[in-house]
């Protein structure tokens, strides 16, 4: 497992951007496939978006395609999640998350063996 750690949260307006970023440790960071999930209050966590260890593949959400961006630099141990034209509706805990690179695809929760403690993303209308 990788250890896990989300930066970038905060408070914004809607139609502006916000750049999440997750740090993780360990030497096996690139053997990962990796995902950002989303937690609204009194919701599920629902996925947003995943990426493929090399980075070349990447799936989104309904709900953010077009509008948020996922990438990764496996030689910073870094995934990112650019978020922009942010909605009210967009406002939740993000988490990123670790799964077996042969999982990529999935966006079940069950999947995805590491998470980080979640940052804080609010818009405001």
């Known amino acids: 497992q990788v250890q896990l750690v989300e930066s970038g949260g905060g408070l914004v307006q809607a139609g502006g951007s916000l750049r999440l970023s997750c740090a993780a440790s360990?030497?096996?960071?690139?053997?990962?496939?990796m995902g950002w999930f989303r937690q609204a209050p009194g919701k599920e966590r629902e996925f947003v978006a995943g990426i493929s260890w090399t980075g070349f593949s990447t799936r989104y959400a309904d709900s953010v395609k077009g509008r948020f961006t996922i990438s990764r630099d496996n030689s910073k141990n870094t995934v990112y999640l650019q978020m922009n034209s942010l909605k009210p509706e967009d406002t939740a805990v993000y988490y990123c998350?670790?799964?077996?690179?042969?999982?990529?695809?999935?966006?079940?929760?069950?999947?995805?063996?590491?998470w980080g403690q979640g940052t804080q993303v609010t818009v405001s209308s």
């Open positions: 998350a670790a799964c077996a690179a042969e999982k990529y695809g999935s966006s079940r929760t069950v999947d995805f063996d590491s």
């Open positions: 360990g030497r096996t960071f690139s053997s990962y496939a």
